[in-house]
């Protein structure tokens, strides 16, 4: 399984900026697709995932209500809205695919996302 993800960017405090991670080398409706980022100096967190079953959603909870992730089999790929972006958003994020959102057991490389005034 091969992620890319892309769509990364600069931008201002309350911008939004949508990132994909387009999936190859397996048949992306069966797998979890979730986003992890990892900001300067912390850990590594878990930030939203689709499940492959039935399309159930998660997200951690400084995202919620902000972010939105969805996915488009037809097109191998998964977005994440990301809305209202706040200073703290910015991280590396990356992809990762499993067999269920608890499982992260493929990684793309990472996408910046800075958001600063």
């Known amino acids: 399984v091969q992620l890319q993800a892309s769509g990364g960017g600069l931008v201002q405090p309350g911008d939004s900026l949508r990132l994909s991670c387009e999936v190859s080398g397996f048949k992306m409706d069966y797998l979890a697709i979730g986003w992890f980022r990892q900001a300067p100096g912390k850990e590594r967190e878990g930030v939203s995932c689709i499940s492959a079953t039935d399309g159930s959603t998660y997200y951690e909870d400084s995202v919620k209500g902000r972010f939105t992730i969805s996915r488009d089999n037809a097109k191998s790929t998964v977005y994440l809205q990301m809305n209202n972006l706040k200073p703290e958003d910015t991280a590396i994020y990356y992809c990762?695919?499993?067999?269920?959102?608890?499982?992260?057991?493929?990684w793309g490389q990472g996408t910046q996302v800075t958001v600063s005034s």
């Open positions: 990762t695919a499993g067999a269920s959102c608890r499982e992260a057991e493929w």
